[in-house]
C-alpha cells in the first residue's frame, strides 16, 4: 500500500514541467491543451509526475519515425481528467489485458523492467483515480495509436467513517 502526501498542486504546471523535462526527437510534435477554470488537484506531486513521466516516455517510444503527442487536461468540479495521446504503433489486442501485469514487457531484454506501467496504475488507485488504456495497431481501422486516460478525484483526502476529525483553530 502507497502512502501518499497529497498537497494542492496546479496540475496544469505539474503536467507541463512533466513534459518539459523528457527528451524528444525532433520528429514528435508536442502539444498541451489545457480547458480547466480550476487547476488545483490535491495530489501527491512526486508520485503522480512520475507517473506522467512513464506515461509520455512510453508514448514517445511508441513513435520512432516520429508522430504527434497530445496532452489534454480537463476537468470538473469533482475530478481531473488527463489524456497522454500518441500517433505510434499502437499495443496489439494481446497485450492489452497485460498492461499492467508487473514485470511484462514488450521491449527487448535490457530495455524495459516492466514495473512503469504497474507503478502508474498503484499510484492512481491510492489517489481513488481510474487509469484507462485504448489503443490501435491497425491503419485499417483508423489512426493507429494509444491514448491512456487517468481520471483523478480534485481531493485526495479519505477518512474512514469511524473516524474522527477535529480541527483546532487557534
Do not use: F, H
Given at each position: 500500500m502507497q502512502v501518499l502526501k497529497p498537497r494542492e498542486t496546479d496540475i496544469v504546471q505539474l503536467v507541463k514541467e512533466s513534459?518539459?523535462?523528457?527528451?524528444?526527437?525532433?520528429?514528435?510534435?508536442?502539444?498541451?491543451?489545457?480547458?480547466l477554470a480550476?487547476?488545483?488537484?490535491?495530489?501527491?506531486?512526486?508520485?503522480?509526475?512520475?507517473?506522467?513521466?512513464?506515461?509520455?516516455?512510453n508514448a514517445i517510444e511508441a513513435m520512432p519515425l516520429g508522430g504527434d503527442l497530445t496532452?489534454?487536461?480537463?476537468?470538473?468540479?469533482?475530478?481531473?481528467y488527463i489524456?497522454?495521446?500518441?500517433?505510434?504503433?499502437?499495443?496489439?489486442?494481446?497485450?492489452?489485458?497485460r498492461l499492467f501485469t508487473p514485470f511484462f514487457?514488450?521491449?527487448?531484454v535490457g530495455e524495459g523492467t516492466g514495473l512503469g506501467l504497474p507503478s502508474a496504475y498503484g499510484t492512481v488507485k491510492a489517489h481513488s483515480g481510474v487509469i484507462a488504456v485504448e489503443s490501435n495497431t491497425n491503419p485499417q481501422n483508423g489512426p493507429t495509436g494509444t491514448r491512456v486516460r487517468i481520471t483523478l478525484p480534485r481531493r485526495s483526502l479519505h477518512l474512514k467513517p469511524t473516524m474522527k476529525l477535529i480541527l483546532h483553530e487557534e
Open positions: 513534459i518539459r523535462t523528457l527528451q524528444k526527437q525532433d520528429s514528435i510534435k508536442v502539444s498541451l491543451c489545457a480547458d480550476d487547476t488545483a488537484v490535491g495530489i501527491d506531486q512526486e508520485r503522480i509526475q512520475k507517473v506522467l513521466r512513464d506515461l509520455v516516455t496532452v489534454v487536461i480537463e476537468g470538473d468540479r469533482e475530478q481531473v489524456s497522454i495521446e500518441d500517433t505510434g504503433v499502437g499495443i496489439s489486442r494481446e497485450n492489452m489485458d514487457t514488450t521491449k527487448p
